[in-house]
């Protein structure tokens, strides 16, 4: 896949709930191997904007393009189709579940017997993870006993294993110390190195300058403008956010 094309991309997207423009034909992309931050304050539009892509809502009107042919979503079914997967803040894992289980649940290989095949989802689980994560050895403990970065790995292994191609990551730091912070900054490494899209929703702007290559910033539903992280300080990343302001003298995307 060449770098031109998007992995995915939104154009001019509006949505309204009541009078209300919760997003007001805003057009962000994606490409291979790039993580993009959505930050905002609360109410901007950010998780709206994703719901549109992840098929929980309809849009009222603009155009979705995955790998530059027009893609239809109406439900997360749709959008699983296109290999999108959202990994949501509450990560949606059983908590009395191992790893493996979980990797599969819902989708647990059999024996041709038509039996659960633990021995399988294990073997799957340790590859994927050791892909993904080596560090992790809890594969006999329920999930409830990892840790915040770890339970993130699992839900992360779990979208990439059913061949997530771009992934709609929702706050997934915000929960998380420096050190759990830190494994999930080298899972997001991992995913871009093997070419996967990333939408991360923030409002931590350290995580985003840290995390994103680049930065859409939404305002009131509308798109204040996407940077590259690197031509921008932390003080203009705020100014979009708090004043609507775009930064001076940087390449700004509206
Ligand atoms: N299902 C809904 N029904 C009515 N209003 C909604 C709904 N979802 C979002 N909104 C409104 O849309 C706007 C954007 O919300 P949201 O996308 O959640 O913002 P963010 O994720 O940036 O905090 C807000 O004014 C919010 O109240
Ligand atoms: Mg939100």
Redesign the pocket.
Known sequence: MDKQTPLVEMRDMHIA??G?K??DHVSVNLYPGEVVGLL??????????IKILSGA?AADGGEIFVNGEKATINNPRDARRYNIETIYQTLALADNLDAASNLFLGRELTTPMGMVDDDAMEAECRKIMGRLNPNFQKFSEPVSALSGGQRQSVAIARAVYFNAKILIMDEPTAALGPHETQMVSELIQQLKSEGIGIFL?SHDIHDVMELCDRASV?KN?QLVGTVDVNDVTDDDLLSMIILGKRPENVNVDA
């Open positions: 709930f009541g209300i919760a997003v905002g304050h609360n109410g901007a539009g950010k998780s709206t904007l809502y929703i939404m539903g």
